[in-house]
T-cell receptor, first 110, second 114 residues
């Protein structure tokens, strides 16, 4: 599985967009990019995933570069409840296994 | 919104004892998983389960661990002889389709081995 690199931590002002970057330069052609988050010590929560096109759902947008070597998760209007650890994970659709890294701790501040 | 339910939320056990962690996945989901997170560390995959058998397991999931779907609703993780290093938060998850997206995780069971 391709590895990912994320910043350790980020701050964001409440109401502003939070842009969380992820590098995955060794991603292979059939691998997807998945984003999950973990609020405090709760179970991780699925956010969004994509292969090469940009994706949007009710929670977030995912922007994947044309060469697929990096991506950005965008929370359009961050709230205090979005404070969490955000994980960028790369993997194929053939396995259900998620390999978590350390993620990015996003602190949303009032 | 459908939930994955885990019981108990917290379990304390003596070293060497057997524990069973219980999970009720979402009813129409077909794929089931266990993960664990030692305090302050990464979330780690343990095992995936589909069609009444293990699909994939990690190196952590040794002979001390077993999983079972004893009826149509429960999914259990058994640790036969607990060790201090088994202390962790254990998360159950389920998904409707294969592939690491759209999982729903439970709130976890905090296992403390003393």
């Amino acid at each position: 599985d391709a590895k990912t690199t994320q910043p350790t931590s980020m701050d964001c002002a409440e109401g502003r967009a939070a842009n969380l970057p992820c590098n995955h330069s060794t991603i292979s052609g059939n691998e997807y990019v998945y984003w999950y988050r973990q609020i405090h010590s709760q179970g991780p929560q699925y956010i969004i995933h994509g292969l090469k096109n940009n994706e949007t759902n009710e929670m977030a947008s995912l922007i994947i570069t044309e060469d697929r070597k990096s991506s950005t998760l965008i929370l359009p209007h961050a709230t205090l409840r979005d404070t969490a650890v955000y994980y960028c994970i790369v993997g194929s659709g053939n396995t259900g296994k998620l390999i978590f890294g350390q993620g990015t701790t996003l602190q949303v501040k009032p | 919104e459908p939930e994955v339910t885990q019981t108990p939320s917290h379990q304390v056990t003596q070293m060497g004892q057997e524990v069973i962690l219980r999970c009720v996945p979402i009813s129409n989901h077909l794929y089931f998983y266990w993960y664990r997170q030692i305090l302050g560390q990464k979330v780690e995959f343990l095992v995936s389960f589909y069609n009444n058998e293990i699909s994939e397991k990690s190196e952590i999931f040794d002979d001390q661990f077993s999983v079972e779907r004893p009826d149509g609703s429960n999914f259990t993780l058994k640790i036969r002889s607990t060790k201090l290093e088994d202390s962790a938060m254990y998360f159950c998850a389920s998904s409707e389709v294969q592939g690491p997206y759209g999982y729903t995780f439970g709130s976890g069971t905090r296992l403390t081995v003393v």
